[in-house]
């Protein structure tokens, strides 16, 4: 059964940066595509930004040119790199592995999931 823990969460004010890490065991790394989701209060799971075995990556409209995904196989660890944060980038935000069709599969087509860290950013 595959694993995976997120860190590197916190509270920042609005224009700060933060480094989310996920790390994943128990499972083939490489093969698998890589997503962060995120979930503000009252509002749906919203794919952010995903990087397949291929590295091919994408973005929400919302993060484009803010937010960066990468992964590290040699660390079975994925990244996202938060710059310029808004206040409307405050939510949980989960990392998910799965063998996905699409940069912009949904969450039925992920396996793994993290329990979630939270960030929260201040005005």
């Known amino acids: 059964q595959g694993h995976l823990v997120e860190s590197g969460g916190g509270l920042v004010q609005a224009g700060d940066s933060l480094r989310l890490s996920c790390a994943a065991s128990a499972f083939t790394f490489g093969t698998y595509g890589l997503a962060w989701f995120r979930q503000a209060p009252g509002k749906e799971r919203e794919l952010v930004a995903t990087?397949?075995?291929?590295?091919?990556?994408a973005y929400a409209d919302s993060v484009k040119g803010r937010f960066t995904i990468s992964r590290d196989n040699n660390k079975n660890t994925v990244y996202l790199q938060m710059n310029s944060l808004k206040p409307e980038d405050t939510a949980v935000y989960s990392c998910?592995?799965?063998?996905?069709?699409?940069?912009?599969?949904?969450?039925?087509?992920?396996?793994?999931w993290g329990q979630g860290t939270q960030v929260t950013v201040s005005s």
């Open positions: 990087i397949d075995r291929l590295l091919r990556t």
């Open positions: 998910a592995a799965g063998f996905i069709r699409s940069l912009y599969s949904t969450v039925s087509e992920y396996t793994y």
